[in-house]
C-alpha cells in the first residue's frame, strides 16, 4: 500500500492555535460567568429574574448574530478578520464587567460579550473546516472542541482559586480574567493565517434563492438532527440544580461541572478521529444511548454517586456529538457556503435549546426533577427513531 505524498497525516498548525485560542478565551470567560450571578445578588442587589433577563437577552442575541457574521464570512470570502473581530469584542467587554456599579452596565457586558461570541462562532468553525484535510476533518473539529472544553473547566478552578487568595474580591478576579481574553486575541491576530484558497476574487451573496438551493438535502438532515439532540438535551444548569438536590455541598457544586467538562473534553478527540473511520449515524446514536443512560441515572437515582456518574455520561454524549455534527455540516455544505451553514445550524440548535429548557424547567417546576430527565430520554428515543429512518449522511 502506497502513501499518498500529498495527503497529511497530522492536523495543520493553524488549527492547534485555533483551540488555543478557544481556550483562552473560554478561560476568560468562564472566570467571570463563574462567579457572575453571584456578583449580581451580592454585590450589585441584582434579583434573580433581572438574573434571568440578563442571560436570556444575551443569549439571543448571540444566536441572531450567528446567521448574519457566517454569511458575511462568506460574501468576503474571508473568515479570519470576523472571527478576530469577534474575540476583541470578547476580551474588550471583560473589563466592563470589573468596573460595573449597576446592573444594567452588566447587560450592557454581557451582551457586548455574547455580541462577540455570535459574530466569531461560524467564521471561525467555517475555517477550521477549511483547514481541515476532508480525511481528518472529524479530528480537527475533536481537538478544537477539547481545547475549547479544556477552558470551560480551568476557568472556574482558576476563579476558585483567586477568589480564596484574594478574600472573595470579585472584580479583582475580572480584572484578572482580562489577561487570557488579550493573549487569546493576540494569538489570533499573529499566529493563525488563513488559506489562500479563500480570498476569492468575486463575491456572492449567500442568501440569494439559487444559493440557497445549493445546500444539499443532507445538509438540512443535519440541521433537522442538531436540532433534535438539542431537544434532547437542555440546559447544563439542570444538572447543576440536580447537584444541589443530592446534597453536594453549596461550595462544592461547581465541582460537578469541572468533572462534565473534563470528561467532555477528553472524549472530543478519540470521538473526533474516531469519526473520520465509521458510519456518522451510527455513532450519533451511540451518542443518544449514552444519553439516554445519563438521564435515567439523574432521574432515579438522588444519591450524589449516581448523579455524578450521570453528569459524567452526559459529558461522554457531549464528546460523542459536538463535535461531530460540525464535521458533519463541513461535510455536506458547500465549501463557500459553510459560514451561513454553521449560522443557520447554529441557529436552529440555539432555538430547539431554548424551547428544551423552557419544557424541562417546567416539567421540574409542576412535576419535579425526575420527570425533566425522563422526558430528556423520551426525545433521545424519537431522535433514534429519526436517525433510525434516514441513511448515513456522509457528503458523496
Known amino acids: 500500500m502506497t502513501t ?16 488555543f485560542v478557544s481556550l483562552l478565551m473560554d478561560v476568560s470567560s468562564e472566570m467571570i460567568h463563574s462567579l457572575l450571578p453571584l456578583f449580581l445578588v451580592t454585590s450589585l442587589g441584582a434579583s434573580a429574574m433581572a438574573i434571568g433577563m440578563i442571560e436570556g437577552m444575551a443569549e439571543s442575541t448571540a444566536l441572531v448574530i450567528k446567521v448574519f457574521s457566517g454569511t458575511l464570512s462568506d460574501y468576503l470570502g474571508k473568515r479570519k478578520g470576523l472571527a478576530l473581530f469577534g474575540y476583541a469584542l470578547g476580551a474588550f467587554s471583560k473589563p466592563l464587567f470589573a468596573m460595573a456599579t449597576s446592573v444594567g452596565l452588566v447587560l450592557s457586558a454581557r451582551l457586548l460579550d455574547r455580541v462577540g461570541k455570535g459574530v466569531r462562532g461560524a467564521p471561525r468553525d467555517a475555517l477550521v473546516a477549511d483547514l481541515a484535510p476532508a480525511h481528518l476533518r472529524g479530528a480537527a473539529f475533536g481537538l478544537r472542541q477539547a481545547l475549547d472544553t479544556v477552558g ?33 486575541v493576540a494569538l489570533l491576530m499573529f499566529g493563525v493565517h488563513e488559506p489562500s484558497s479563500q480570498n476569492l476574487s468575486v463575491r456572492i451573496n449567500p442568501i440569494r434563492k439559487e444559493n440557497i438551493r445549493r445546500l444539499s438535502p443532507g445538509y438540512w438532515w443535519v440541521v433537522v438532527t442538531g436540532a ?11 444538572l447543576v440544580l440536580r447537584a444541589q438536590q443530592a446534597g453536594i455541598p453549596v461550595a462544592l457544586i461547581p465541582l460537578v461541572m469541572v468533572a462534565m467538562n473534563v470528561v467532555y473534553a477528553a472524549a472530543c478527540y478519540p470521538f473526533g478521529r474516531l469519526s473520520d473511520h465509521v458510519s456518522h449515524t451510527g455513532l450519533l446514536a451511540s451518542g443518544l444511548l449514552v444519553l439516554i443512560l445519563a438521564d435515567l441515572m439523574l432521574a432515579h437515582y438522588a444519591h450524589w454517586v ?14 460523542i456529538t459536538q463535535g461531530l455534527l460540525a464535521s458533519m ?19 436552529m440548535s440555539g432555538i430547539a435549546m ?20 425522563y422526558a430528556g430520554a423520551v426525545f433521545c428515543v424519537l431522535t433514534l427513531i429519526w436517525l433510525a429512518w434516514q441513511p448515513d449522511q456522509r457528503a458523496a
Not at 499518498?4 to 483551540?19: A, N, S
Not at 433534535?228 to 439542570?238: D, K, Q
Not at 455540516?329 to 441557529?347: Q, S, V
Open 4 to 19: 499518498d505524498p500529498h495527503r497529511p497525516d497530522k492536523i495543520p498548525k493553524e488549527i492547534w492555535l485555533l483551540g
Open 152 to 184: 470551560a473547566f480551568l476557568g472556574p478552578l482558576i476563579a476558585v482559586g483567586l477568589m480564596l487568595l484574594w478574600v472573595s474580591d470579585f472584580r479583582k478576579v475580572f480584572w484578572f480574567a482580562v489577561i487570557p481574553g488579550v493573549l487569546a
Open 329 to 347: 455540516i463541513a461535510d455536506t455544505a458547500p465549501p463557500d457556503l459553510r459560514g451561513a451553514a454553521y449560522g443557520l445550524f447554529n441557529l
Open 354 to 373: 431554548l424551547v428544551s429548557s423552557t419544557v424541562a424547567g417546567l416539567l421540574w417546576t409542576h412535576l419535579g426533577a425526575s420527570y425533566t430527565f
Open 306 to 319: 449516581f448523579m455524578l456518574t450521570g453528569v459524567m455520561l452526559w459529558g461522554v454524549h457531549m464528546g
Open 228 to 238: 433534535l439532540f438539542t431537544l434532547a438535551r437542555f440546559s447544563e444548569a439542570f
